[in-house]
């Protein structure tokens, strides 16, 4: 095997020891030096206390937001280390006063919970959700978002630029500099994209970027941020119900917020699983190298798609111009939550998809449910045979 792919998998226990993890969009498995990192502060914490703890290691926790900044080509003063990736989309929504009639633009992609906020804003608030139109071949037409922009009253651009349900890859940057010209504020959720994939936000031209720490980052469950823009900040954008973290309070009626994306968080958290999040950010940067990790998961994942595409039942639901280390595939007759059961008991982990998790996407393949195999660089082309070779054998036992 090759060297670095040796490392990588004695860095991963649960690989080494033979378990076939293909759930990297659901929650990769988090490399030793996060699972220390988070260990050894969790024990700082119970042998000098919590808050001792933290001042202990203010160092480590400096460091963790800069390593974190890297990973989307910030800098720490724009980082908000928040629960999740749909706490920093709800975050940062709060930031606008939406008003009846407001427009905001997204896609036919973009993540469930996205969604259900957008719905929840257009009962509470009026604001009008527009989906711009998708291209033939898939994902969305930025040509159609330059329209709606001319148009409508648009007062967020929101995009996600993975969709949990499929391989797409949105053209975000393209996104972004529509949005840019039009001087409407840009969402990005980034969610599977972290860790997956080289981000630059400068390249994005987003205003807010939402993104998780266990996926593709590897990073502990329970932890994520918010990349807040220098631009943002400036024009004061803020949440809607700031805490002491994010503002000082100066007087009976008078606060003064955070210079920084601080003002996004919350004066409690997890600094075990921030540290488990700076550590899996150092370890895709500096281990292993996020074009290698592209690379590598992207070429297993093409390996999936085509052999999946041989079996027959399996229909590959993935379209789009630029795909991803996601897979998905519906499987005739057969539940996909009922077959990842399966898998796992042969010892292989992927995850299902439904319908009413992506009910645009999914109606328009005319699809109920798919299985999703996601893998991720520290993966062997074995494994990824393995998987398929499990769903052929699963699909010929129906005949
Ligand atoms: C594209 C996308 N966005 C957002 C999320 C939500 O992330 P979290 O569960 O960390 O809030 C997910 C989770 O699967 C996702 O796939």
Redesign the pocket.
Known sequence: MDPQLNRWRADTPAAAAGLVHLNN??ASLMPRPVQDAIADHLKREAMHGGYEAADDAADAIAAAYVDVARVVGAEARNIAVVE????A?SLALSAFDFVAGDVILTTRND?I??QLMYLSLAKRRGVEIVRAADLPEGGVDPESVREILGKRRVALVAL?W???NSGLVQPAEEVGRIAEEAGVPYLV?A??AVGQMPIDVARLRCDFL?A?A??FLRGPRGV?FLYVSDRALRDGRAPLYVDMRGADWLEADEYRLADSARRFENWEFAYALLLGMGAGARYALDDVGLDEACRRARALAARAREKLADVDGIRVLDRGPELCAIVTAELAGIDAGDAVRELREWGINTSATRRDWAVLDMDDKRARTAVRISPHYFNTEREVDTAVAALAAMMDGRR
């Open positions: 969009a659901g999740n990736a749909t706490v989309v993540y919970s996205n996600t993975v969709p949990t959720d969610c599977q939402a998780t266990r996926k994520g």
